[in-house]
């Protein structure tokens, strides 16, 4: 008797075991995944551009998922994306927390030392949804018509937190200018005192500044895009190659990027890519982005992993530019 109530206690230690370890490989190789909401973080305020294409994605992420669940965007702004950032990279690596990010301002971050230990080319990188060259736009005031003009005495340019400020110095060498950096918080105050030439200029996507543009009434005026081909949406505005102008492209420019926190479960991130894929390919995700404004340029897997290395790498060989900035 004590025989059999001996062996009926070791087979329920040994169920026990099996469910629990079971749960346990389920949840890794993502058998049972999503079991609950998926929380997309946005690193700004709401309504910018990471937030748009956030809100635009997440339907379809949803649409796609292979069990029902939402996709929460929560807006976690300050700091110029590092406190968003930080809380992704902080949560659980289960695939339930990932954000929209732009590795080139997380390369700023990881090469000016604020990352406190990140490392972010072991951070799981999903897919990204868009690729938008920046646009150097510079006030009607300021009396500059190429970017010659812009040698001849010191530029005012809007320092628009530390990725943004990075990007306009790397510019500003490019041209040649002596950038002077004023901080504004946002683009649409810099844009305001661009207009009223309390500043030179400023730079940020082309497809935020081109909106600004056409609403100025002819008192910002674009110089250059920051890459060397010209935007097909916008052919009429010169690439800086058509200028002569020579810029580090590959830390130019805003690449809304999903990701997550390092070690999400092989199967579980596997999972999410196949779902982004899925996504990219829907017509109608294709359509909402057009819509607002920002044209699709998705990418996965080992192409987009080589991306952020190599964004990473020219972040490193710009590092005086940072240090002179003073980028803390």
Do not use: C
Request: glycine share 10%.
């Amino acid at each position: 008797m004590k025989n059999l109530i001996r062996k009926a206690g070791f087979l329920t230690l040994v169920g026990l075991f099996a469910l629990a370890t079971g749960g346990i490989f389920n949840a890794a190789n993502g058998a049972d995944w999503p079991e609950r909401d998926i929380i997309l973080i946005v690193p700004y305020a709401a309504g910018g551009g990471y937030d748009v294409v956030a809100r635009a994605t997440a339907p379809y992420i949803e649409k796609h998922l292979p069990k029902k669940a939402n996709v929460v965007v929560k807006n976690v702004p300050g700091a110029g994306g590092k406190i968003g950032f930080m809380e992704m990279v902080r949560s659980k690596a289960d695939g339930y927390t990932i954000a929209v990010l732009d590795p080139a301002d997380v390369a700023v971050l990881q090469v000016s030392g604020q990352l406190e230990g990140v490392d972010v080319l072991k951070l799981s990188w999903l897919g990204r949804l868009d690729k938008l060259p920046d646009l150097l736009t510079v006030s009607a005031k300021s009396g500059f018509k190429t970017p010659a003009d812009m040698k001849s005495r010191p530029v005012r340019f809007a320092g628009i937190g530390p990725g943004v400020t990075f990007r306009s110095a790397v510019i500003a060498k490019g041209i040649g200018a002596d950038a002077r950096f004023i901080s504004y918080d946002g683009t649409s105050p810099a844009s305001i005192a661009t207009m009223q030439g309390d500043l030179d200029a400023f730079v940020v996507n082309w497809v935020s500044a081109t909106r600004m543009i056409d609403t100025s009434e002819g008192k910002l005026v674009a110089m250059f895009v920051a890459a060397s081909e010209r935007v097909p949406q916008k052919m009429e505005i010169p690439s800086a190659k058509d200028l002569g102008v020579n810029v580090e492209e590959s830390v130019l420019g805003y690449s809304h990027i999903l990701v997550g926190p390092a070690n999400v479960p092989a199967d579980v991130k596997k999972l999410l890519v196949s779902v982004l894929e899925k996504t990219f390919a829907d017509p109608a995700w294709v359509e909402q982005m057009n819509k607002a404004k920002y044209p699709p340029s998705p990418l996965t897997g080992e192409k987009l992993n080589a991306g952020i290395a190599q964004t990473l790498k020219a972040t490193e060989g710009l590092k005086e530019i940072i240090a002179g900035l003073g980028i803390k």
